[in-house]
């Protein structure tokens, strides 16, 4: 099942690209002001302009927020001809006020949102699920050997998190070193620096691996 947020980062990804397409192959096209407006928003008075402007013999209508000096000028006569930037793809449209910001600055902007949504997401889904299902794995799958605690710290980079660092000698003989970044302190806390521990590590990649008394996950005999 896919949560909510996700569905947002799906469709800021499709708004990104759509916003891409217009900032390419959108054509100018003349319209005029229909109707103005303020809002007095905290103490703050903000400036729109409704505009309107034909495509495809149809007649649209946008409102947007502009400067107080753009919509002075905007404003100075009724029916105030503008230019506005459109771009059409089946049943979606879109358009902005030509001159009023440069298209780049709309499409960084929603890029910017895009990347920024979508990269938390991918940490909470990595933590909560990508690194959850790797340590799952590599107590089924992994190559069991012989490891020592060498760090068990509060982690500088990540607030709240717990970093246990560890050696250990793979199966070819090499020895490795890992670590791990641990949620709850007292799981963390459960090892000390010395003490010897259970590492489970991936036979293609032995530098993937995981403790298993720290796994969260339990070795299960059939009965």
Same mark, same amino acid.
């Given at each position: 099942?896919?949560?909510?947020?996700?569905?947002?980062?799906?469709?800021? #990804?499709?708004?990104?690209?759509?916003?891409?397409?217009?900032?390419?192959?959108?054509?100018?096209?003349?319209?005029?002001?229909?109707?103005?407006?303020?809002?007095?928003?905290?103490?703050?008075?903000?400036?729109?302009?409704?505009y309107g402007w034909r495509s495809n013999d149809e007649w649209h209508t946008k409102?947007?927020?502009?400067?107080?000096?753009?919509?002075?000028?905007?404003? @100075?006569?009724?029916?105030?001809?503008?230019?506005?930037?459109?771009?059409?793809?089946?049943?979606?449209?879109?358009?902005?006020?030509?001159?009023?910001?440069?298209?780049?600055?709309?499409?960084?902007?929603?890029?910017?949102?895009?990347? %920024?949504?979508?990269?938390? #997401?991918?940490?909470? %889904?990595? #933590?909560?699920?990508?690194?959850?299902?790797?340590?799952?794995?590599?107590?089924?799958?992994?190559?069991?050997?012989?490891?020592?605690?060498? @760090?068990?710290?509060?982690?500088?980079?990540?607030k709240g998190k717990f970093r246990v660092a560890y050696e250990y000698e793979d199966k070819a003989?090499?020895?490795?070193?890992?670590?791990? %970044?641990?949620?709850?302190?007292?799981?963390?806390?459960?090892?000390?620096?010395?003490?010897?521990?259970?590492?489970?590590?991936?036979?293609?990649?032995?530098?993937?691996?995981?403790?298993?008394?720290?796994?969260?996950?339990?070795?299960?005999?059939?009965?």
């Amino acid at each position: 099942m896919i949560l909510p947020h996700a569905w947002i980062g799906l469709g800021l #990804m499709a708004y990104t690209g759509f916003t891409l397409l217009w900032l390419v192959f959108a054509t100018d096209v003349s319209g005029r002001v229909v109707s103005n407006r303020t809002y007095l928003v905290k103490g703050k008075t903000t400036y729109h302009v409704t505009y309107g402007w034909r495509s495809n013999d149809e007649w649209h209508t946008k409102e947007e927020g502009v400067s107080p000096g753009d919509y002075g000028v905007l404003t @100075a006569q009724p029916n105030h001809p503008v230019e506005v930037r459109d771009f059409t793809l089946g049943p979606f449209d879109r358009a902005e006020l030509e001159g009023v910001r440069p298209p780049i600055v709309t499409a960084l902007a929603v890029l910017c949102a895009c990347a %920024f949504w979508n990269g938390v #997401m991918y940490l909470f %889904f990595r #933590m909560f699920v990508l690194i959850p299902r790797q340590r799952r794995r590599l107590v089924r799958e992994g190559f069991v050997t012989a490891g020592v605690v060498t @760090a068990q710290e509060q982690a500088a980079s990540f607030k709240g998190k717990f970093r246990v660092a560890y050696e250990y000698e793979d199966k070819a003989g090499h020895r490795q070193q890992g670590e791990m %970044f641990l949620n709850v302190p007292a799981t963390a806390k459960s090892v000390v620096p010395g003490q010897r521990v259970t590492v489970m590590h991936d036979l293609e990649r032995p530098e993937q691996s995981v403790i298993y008394e720290l796994s969260g996950f339990k070795v299960v005999s059939p009965t």
